[in-house]
């Protein structure tokens, strides 16, 4: 049996819907099966949070791979790593985990060295295990959607820093290969898109897609944080996310690799097919 986390989420919901195109049985841990997006009968759900260890012990009874990815918390670290020691005392055998490109030995900040440090507890425990260490999602560009409508316009501190943006939804795709694939254990995969460009590459193709001009402003780091201190109230995450983004400014992410389309047998994802798709959430209110 397969286990997934983070089911309801970007990356963990595109590993389950591949799973259930190709009728691979899995279990899914959700907090709120409400929130489910795949076939909820192509899978069994544990309701439950993975800061119960019960339930994670419950969910991960006869299961012998697993993902295991969560949203940025206080907390992520210390739940990744239970559920991980957990996986390991029931016996699973192989264990993917959504990491970051930016994980590494030297990682300073917050959210890579998390990442860096889980990764780690998760290789001493003794079973196969795959890291997934995605560029910047495209998906992050949907925050920016409500400004480009109205304003053709979006914001990021980032300068001319680039990116080899990916869709998050071909990293859940890449999950499920290796969950159901073999030659995987011991990988530490650096996914990347199609194309490594800065932001007023992406406000082009962005705006050539929706056929009108959009525009990216250079931020400073200080309206940066003013701005999102209005979205994000937990003191903890503002650091966090401002402290990775100075990192991103730096040019930390400026690497593109061909393993996503290695791996998916197809091209990733582009940043133009990305924005037909969701144009809706992009186009001006009437
Ligand atoms: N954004 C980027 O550009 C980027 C780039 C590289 C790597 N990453 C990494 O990608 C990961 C996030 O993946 P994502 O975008 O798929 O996340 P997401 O869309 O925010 O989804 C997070 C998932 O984790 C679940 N979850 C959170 N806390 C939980 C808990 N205590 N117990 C059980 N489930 C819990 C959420 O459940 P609910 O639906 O109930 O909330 C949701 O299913 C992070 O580790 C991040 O560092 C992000």
Not at 60 to 77: K, Y
Not at 152 to 169: H, Q, W
Not at 244 to 270: K, N, V, W, Y
Request: glycine content about 8%; overall charge negative; aromatic content about 6%.
């Amino acid at each position: 049996m397969i286990l997934l986390t983070g089911a309801t989420g970007r990356v963990g919901s595109a590993a389950a819907k591949a799973l259930a195109r190709a009728s691979i049985p899995f279990r899914a841990l959700v907090r709120d099966p409400e929130k489910v997006t795949f076939d909820p009968g192509a899978a069994e759900i544990v309701q439950g949070d993975l800061n119960d260890p019960a339930i994670v012990d419950q969910a991960l009874q006869g299961v012998s791979r697993a993902l295991i990815v969560m949203g940025n918390h206080p907390d992520q670290s210390k739940l990744e790593r239970r559920f991980a020691s957990l996986a390991a005392d029931v016996g699973v055998s192989h264990l993917v985990k959504v990491s970051s490109m930016e994980a590494a030995p030297d990682a300073t900040a917050t959210l890579p060295k998390n990442h860096y440090d889980t990764e780690q507890h998760i290789a001493s425990l003794g079973l196969d295990w795959t890291f997934l260490r995605p560029n910047y999602y495209m998906q992050n560009m949907l925050m920016y959607a409500d400004s480009i409508a109205r304003d053709n316009r979006f914001a990021l501190p980032l300068g001319t820093a680039k990116t080899a943006m990916i869709d998050a939804r071909d990293v859940g795709e890449v999950a499920a290969v290796v969950l159901t694939g073999e030659g995987h254990a011991g990988q530490a995969y650096r996914l990347t898109g199609p194309t490594m460009m800065d932001f007023h590459e992406v406000a082009a193709r962005i705006g050539a897609v929706l056929e009108r001009p959009v525009a990216y402003v250079a931020q400073s780091p200080g309206a940066f944080r003013e701005v999102l201190g209005q979205f994000i109230k937990s003191a903890w995450q503002l650091d966090a996310v401002c402290e990775l983004f100075a990192e991103i400014a730096a040019g930390s992410l400026e690497e593109q690799t061909s393993t996503t389309a290695d791996l998916l047998g197809r091209p990733a994802m582009d940043l133009e097919t990305f924005t037909k798709q969701f144009a809706g959430a992009f186009a001006p209110a009437n």
